[in-house]
């Protein structure tokens, strides 16, 4: 039996609300299911629930930020992967340690899925989609 | 440079004052002494003339006098011999013969007495005046003597012819006075006078002689002394001219060298440093005109001193011109950061939304249902598109516009743009941006001199606070001055550190994170809009900074002077 996005559901957190809604978005369309928070300290419970397969999350936001709720799910479930999304083109030293992958916003819809779909362990080209190939811009 | 020389300088040294004193007292001196050998000379002829008026005049009317006794007494003489012929008979030959020969011996009384007076005259001047009057005296005397002498044998042989013709013999008293004695006596007395009369001529000639060369010599002196001094004046009087107008020259050419603008030009100190009291820290001088080249040259270093600071604070300037160009782009710098993030997010909504867009509308199956989402997709896409546009545009509202031109503006309206631009910063750093703006608070100002203000006071606060803390905005408005205040819940400035905020290009910040200029830049707009920045704050208990402006419904301009809050009063 093969996965599917379906299977998996994506944490997409965000302090804005356009950055985080395209984002989360852009995985539904592949089919994930996705479930959005405003900042670490609202993500956390959710993740704490269990239901949670990976974790895509802007880095600097008021209150817990991304590096903060990084370390915070290490210390809950370190299986769970962490992708780490900014709008600035690069986050502190220590500040990546343990995430999968890092997302510079703005991204292109299929690069983003492409990270997501690594970080579940899928084929980053997924059949029946003709999203996948990331354009540079 | 300091040139130091031998003995000569001991004149130099003088002040003028001494040495016009000394000029004074060297005239005054040439006069005495010129004096002096005058009253001296005058006293050597005057001598000689009183010896001629006071001597040699009585000796020749003595002379003349003798003379002409001795030739009334040879007539009276003659007299009573012819007299005493007829005397027994006749008593009118008795009376001639009686009067002859009182008249006779009277004048034989007064002229021996008068000889002898002169003679004793004579000897007492030699004693005192021999060196003056020299051999020729004596002879003068040596023949007043014979003159004496000869008169006392000739009156003593007159006195005999009298008695014998009172006696009545007549013959021998013709006999007596035909005798060779007689003829003698009466020669000789003859030729005394002569002689005398021919000495006084002579030794009065020579006195005259004397006189005249001892004015002459005088004269002379006095011209040699005078020349000499007349001489020795104009040599000091060259010099004191020289050694005064030259330094005052030589500062004329000085002055005209800084004039010029060659500040290193500089006076010669030709006198030696006197005394150098407290070792060195001030040389003194005795003369003025040293003092004045010292003070000159003092003058001179401090010109070059201030032309370098002047030229340094020029510099300096233009530097700092420079820095407040790059103190703004280096706001610009650090809002991009954040403005760069601020843009990403919209750009994702643009990218993400566009992507859909088109993904859903090259579906070969794309139907209806399928393409109800689209709207949805245009719609975000346009509004993060103009979230975008509004960011950018803020962006460059604030570095590109330079201008000071004041307008009535609302305040509030104002700071809110400004907060715009820095509110991601202060919210990433989880520092609470506490807003409590009123409404209507206008002002008369520069909206982006004001907007930057307000970015460095907000960002300046973040910086403080490091890491979460609050930031309160709040504006109002306050008898007719429209209020900023910006205070944040750090740690406080000490007051040391207070009282140089505002100072330029200070700092308290790590090299290359502050160009100490924001707060001083902020100053300078605050004073420039008439209106004051000042801090409040205590350490531990956080920081406010107040900008007040000019409010645009009062009149109050620069110059007044009003109660600003902040227990500030306004200067300017």
């Known amino acids: 039996m093969t996965l599917n996005a379906k299977d998996f559901c994506i944490l997409v957190v965000d302090d804005d609300e356009m950055a985080r809604e395209t984002v989360s978005e852009t995985l539904s369309r592949e089919g994930f299911r996705t479930l959005e928070a405003d900042d670490g300290n609202t993500a956390l419970p959710i993740v704490q629930a269990g239901s949670v397969d990976v974790v895509v999350t802007d880095v600097q936001m008021p209150g817990m930020g991304g590096v903060e709720l990084l370390a915070a799910i290490g210390n809950h479930d370190s299986s769970i992967p962490v992708v780490l999304m900014s709008g600035y083109s690069s986050i502190g030293k ?38 996948g190939d990331p354009q540079s811009s | 440079m300091r040139r130091f020389r031998g003995p000569s300088l001991l004149l130099r040294d003088l002040k003028i004052g001494e040495k016009i004193q000394l000029f004074a007292a060297l005239s005054l001196f040439s006069f005495v002494l010129l004096t002096g050998i005058a ?124 008695n014998l013709l009172l006696l009545g013999k007549q ?8 005798s060779p004695k007689g003829v003698a006596d009466r020669r000789g007395l003859s030729r005394a006078l002569h002689r005398f009369l021919a000495e006084v001529d002579q030794f009065s000639k020579s006195s005259a002689e004397r006189a005249e060369r001892a004015e002459g010599s005088a004269l002379l002196g006095m011209l040699i002394v005078s020349a000499l001094m007349v001489g020795l004046s104009v040599i000091y009087a060259l010099f004191l001219g020289r050694s005064i107008t030259r330094p005052i020259e030589r500062l004329r050419n000085v002055s ?52 370098q600071e002047l030229q340094g604070s020029q510099a300096r300037l233009l530097q700092a011109g420079k820095l407040v160009q790059a103190s703004k782009l280096a706001a610009v710098g650090e809002l991009a950061g954040g403005v760069a993030h601020e843009l990403n997010n919209p750009l994702q909504g643009v990218i993400g939304n566009a992507r859909f867009i088109e993904q859903d509308i090259q579906k070969p199956t794309a139907l209806p249902p399928e393409l109800e989402q689209l709207p949805k997709y245009v719609q975000r896409v346009v509004q993060s598109a103009e979230r975008c546009r509004d960011i950018v545009q803020g962006l460059l509202t604030f570095s590109r516009q330079s201008g000071t031109d004041k307008a009535r503006l609302d305040l509030t309206q104002t700071v809110r743009a ?98 100490g200029l924001g707060l001083s830049v902020s100053y300078g707009i605050a004073v420039d809009h008439g209106g004051r920045l000042v801090v409040e704050s205590a350490p531990g208990e956080g920081t406010t900074f107040v900008l007040t402006l000019p409010g645009a419904d009062s009149d109050t301009g620069p110059g007044e002077t009003h109660q600003l809050p902040g227990g500030q009063v306004s200067e300017t």
């Open chain 1, 94 to 131: 220590s500040g990546s340690a343990g995430a999968v992958a890092f997302i510079r916003k703005p991204s292109e819809p299929g690069e983003i899925s492409a990270v997501v779909r690594n970080a579940c362990g899928l084929s980053t080209s997924p059949p029946g989609t003709g999203a």
């Open chain 2, 39 to 162: 009253v001296l000379q005058i006293n050597a002829v005057g001598r000689e003339v009183v010896l001629l008026g006071g001597r040699d005049i009585p000796l020749i009317k003595l002379a003349g006098r003798v003379a002409r006794s001795h030739a009334r007494q040879e007539v009276l003489l003659q007299h009573a011999m012819d007299a005493g012929e007829g005397m027994r008979n006749d008593p009118a030959a008795r009376r001639s013969f009686a009067a002859a020969r009182d008249e006779f011996l009277e004048l034989g009384r007064l002229t021996s007495q008068e000889l002898q007076t002169h003679t004793s005259v004579t000897l007492d001047e030699r004693g005192a005046s021999d060196d003056v009057l020299g051999a020729s005296s004596s002879e003068v005397d040596y023949s007043l003597r014979g003159v004496e002498r000869w008169y006392a044998a000739y009156s003593f042989l007159a006195e005999r012819i009298f």
């Open chain 2, 171 to 178: 013959s021998e008293a013709g006999e007596v006075l035909q």
């Open chain 2, 256 to 307: 005209v060298e800084l004039g010029r603008g060659n500040l290193a030009a500089r006076m010669t100190l030709d006198s030696r440093v006197t005394s150098s009291e407290g070792d060195g820290h001030e040389p003194h001088f005795r003369d003025e005109l040293t003092i004045l080249a010292h003070s000159f040259n003092r003058m001179a270093e401090g010109l070059l001193k201030t032309q």
């Open chain 2, 418 to 515: 400004a907060l715009d631009l820095v509110a991601t910063k202060v919210r990433h750093q989880n520092t609470e941006l506490r807003l409590e703006l009123s409404p209507d608070v206008m002002c008369m100002a520069n909206s982006t001199q004001v907007q930057q203000v307000v970015i460095n006071l907000v960002i300046n606060a973040a910086h403080a606070l490091g890491k979460g803390g609050a930031i309160t905005v709040r504006t109002e408005s306050l008898s007719g001055h429209a209020i900023v205040r910006v205070s944040d819940t750090g740690p406080g400035i000490p007051d040391d550190v207070q009282g140089r905020i505002f100072e330029p290009f200070f700092t308290t910040k790590k090299i290359g994170e502050g160009t």
